[in-house]
């Protein structure tokens, strides 16, 4: 058997699971985050990109999505579209013309064997061979935002408290060409 993930676009045979893989990695994301009872925001969450992904499949909305497969088991997600609200109220609008990687998401028992780096390299040589020169994307999790400093360096942008006190929003914004792998 071979244990090596492989990286798709979305199919509409993905979507059973990779709407799996969105119910258990943000609530498990909240539960470490400490907001697991915030039920409400979990399924509207749960349910955002549910729809983004029905969207992709429909060509509405401009995002596309990949996912990672392994043994024909979908294990983790990514997207590309139009920067979020967040990003765009963040900024006041500075980055609403740049794309934005999201929706990066990794079952908890495939997290740390780098099934989301293969995930970003996949998605920043689609973004590369189709002329996109920069990217943002944001986080409001403490645990991704360690990750994103250590893959992506400093962000540009911090916003202090934006979910409560002690708990900041963090936005990159990345040239492409800087994580291109060869």
């Known amino acids: 058997m071979d244990d090596k993930a492989s990286i798709v676009r979305l199919t ?4 059973i699971g990779a709407n799996r893989v969105f119910e258990i990695t943000i609530r498990d994301a909240f539960d470490k985050q400490g907001i697991g009872h915030l039920e409400e925001d979990i399924s ?20 596309i999505f990949y996912v990672a497969r392994m ?34 998401y990794v079952l908890p028992e495939f997290q740390n064997q780098s099934i989301g780096s293969l995930l970003i390299t996949t998605l920043i040589k689609e973004l590369y061979s ?33 979910w409560g006190e002690g708990s900041d929003h963090m936005i990159w914004l990345c040239s492409v060409s800087d994580f291109m792998i060869e």
């Open 44 to 63: 509207g969450e749960i349910s955002v990109k549910a729809r983004m992904m029905r969207d992709s499949l429909d060509n509405k909305g401009g995002t």
């Open 130 to 162: 189709n002329g996109i020169e920069k990217f943002c994307l944001d986080s409001g999790y403490k645990r991704a935002q360690k990750r994103w400093v250590h893959k992506f360096g400093e962000p540009y942008m911090i916003v202090k408290d934006y």
């Open 71 to 104: 043994k024909d088991q979908v294990i983790g997600a990514i997207s590309y579209g139009p920067s979020g609200e967040i990003i765009k109220e963040c900024t006041k609008n500075e980055l609403e013309t740049v794309g934005e990687l999201g929706s990066l």
């Open 12 to 15: 509409e045979h993905d979507l």
